[in-house]
Nanobody
Framework: QLQLVESGGGLVQPGGSLRLSCTVS????????IGWFRQAPGKAREGISC????????TYTDSLQGRFTVSRDIGQNTVYLQMNRLKPEDTAIYYC????????????????????WGQGTQVAVSS
């Protein structure tokens, strides 16, 4: 049974940092492509980043690249999302998901391309 479990969310002040974890079971992150998404209140879910399974190549939504970094630990079978210089508009529920194919596409990240999702972890950026 493939499962993804996010953790690491919480309340942080503007300008602060958080690292989210996505622990995967049922498939190796050395094989599967894993994406990060977020959904703010009243808004559609937004793609953030993807890390490919075969070669670890990463893609990012243009507006977030530079502040957010995706990485993985194959031994822990976990994918991370390091978030720096956080802003109030980063407040959202953050999800990781397994992509249907094992590589990441450039450009727009579609929900449809991901078939297994975690339950999400809440991130709140506020002073």
């Amino acid at each position: 049974q493939l499962q993804l479990v996010e953790s690491g969310g919480g309340l942080v002040q503007p300008g602060g940092s958080l690292r989210l974890s996505c622990t995967v079971s049922g498939v190796s992150v050395e094989v599967a492509a894993i994406g990060w998404f977020r959904q703010a209140p009243g808004k559609a879910r937004e793609g953030i980043s993807c890390i490919a399974g075969n070669n670890g190549m990463t893609t990012y939504t243009d507006s977030l690249q530079g502040r957010f970094t995706v990485s993985r630990d194959i031994g822990q079978n976990t994918v991370y999302l390091q978030m720096n210089r956080l802003k109030p508009e980063d407040t959202a529920i953050y999800y990781c998901a397994r992509r249907r194919s094992n590589f990441c596409a450039t450009g727009y990240m579609s929900d449809y391309d991901y078939n297994y999702w975690g339950q999400g972890t809440q991130v709140a950026v506020s002073s």
